[in-house]
């Protein structure tokens, strides 16, 4: 079942690729099954992205991040989950090691739709702060391990937000981002549409008149490819069922369409055309 989440992934998959960093969705980080919804991971090769969204500017080795759609609340608890998986991977990587790790080989972020209310009052009952960095970016602080919090729907809606718009919690932001992010594998835009559908099912009031343009943009995104590539995983019998049989035989030569029949069939077939002629 597609959600929020996996949506949310695929489309940062897109963001970095080709790039010097590699995504991973809903990483394993422990023996015992726990997921961590997205880790950025620098590679050797790949292009180096110019401008990052805001909030991702200083990516490091290994970046995790957790990740709230409209209707759940990033809280405190969420943020000790995500240091939860902080170590977990830690000792993933080096399971002899991980204590020795160095701390800025690791970025965390708290990525929430919504500003996290709930979060800002926990940390001023323990004499804490949520400071912000810039308009829609704050961090906070679990001992010495910096945690980036970017909230979505404050982000500003500039060319290089265009991918956090499209999760902005609102149709003004969805509407930037489908106009303004260029998707680096053109078949992913085909997301818009799921995305779409989530937010009407939020409750979000979205235009009618999206639908109509995202069925567009997905037509005009599959000719780009070769029909093999389009056709590609679809049954022939599905394929032809789309055709009436005068479509499926025109031009075909005679010996073509009577390839494979026997010899009684065809002259069953032929007695028969005997009888009908004058």
């Not at 926990?122 to 970016?137: A, F, H, M, R, T």
């Not at 979000?204 to 093999?228: D, G, H, K, W």
């Not at 389009?230 to 049989?245: A, H, T």
């Amino acid at each position: 079942m597609i959600d929020w989440h996996h949506l949310f992934g695929w489309t940062l998959t897109d963001y970095f690729r080709n790039s010097n960093y590699r995504v991973d969705l809903e990483k394993d980080v422990s023996k015992k099954p726990q997921r961590l919804d997205v880790i950025i991971i620098e590679e050797s090769d790949g292009q180096a992205i110019q401008e990052l969204p805001d909030g991702l500017e200083d990516l490091s080795k290994h970046n995790l991040l957790s990740y709230k759609s409209l209707q759940e609340p990033m809280d405190t608890l969420a943020l000790l989950e995500l240091f939860g998986h902080y170590v977990n991977y830690r000792k993933l990587i080096d399971p002899d090691n991980w204590e020795d790790l160095p701390l800025e080989a690791f970025r965390l972020y708290a990525v929430s739709t919504r500003y996290p209310q709930k979060i800002n009052r926990e940390l001023k009952k323990n004499s804490q702060v949520l400071k912000q960095i810039k308009q829609g970016v704050y961090e906070t602080f679990y001992g010495n391990q910096p945690v980036r919090v970017i909230v979505l729907n404050q982000i500003p809606p500039t060319t290089k937000n265009a991918v956090w718009q499209l999760f902005s919690g609102n149709a003004e932001g969805f509407q930037f981002g489908q106009e303004n992010y260029q998707w680096r594998y053109p078949p992913a835009i085909a997301t818009l549409k799921s995305l779409f559908q989530l937010y009407q099912t939020e409750g979000v009031n979205m235009e009618p008149s999206y639908e109509a343009f995202l069925q567009e943009c997905v037509r005009e995104t599959l000719e780009i490819f070769p029909l093999e590539e389009r056709l590609k995983g679809i049954p022939p019998k599905e394929v032809l069922e789309q055709f009436s049989v005068e479509d499926r035989l025109r031009g075909l030569p005679v010996e073509e369409r009577l390839r494979g029949l026997p010899p009684e069939v065809l002259e069953k077939q032929l007695a028969k055309l005997r009888q009908k002629s004058p």
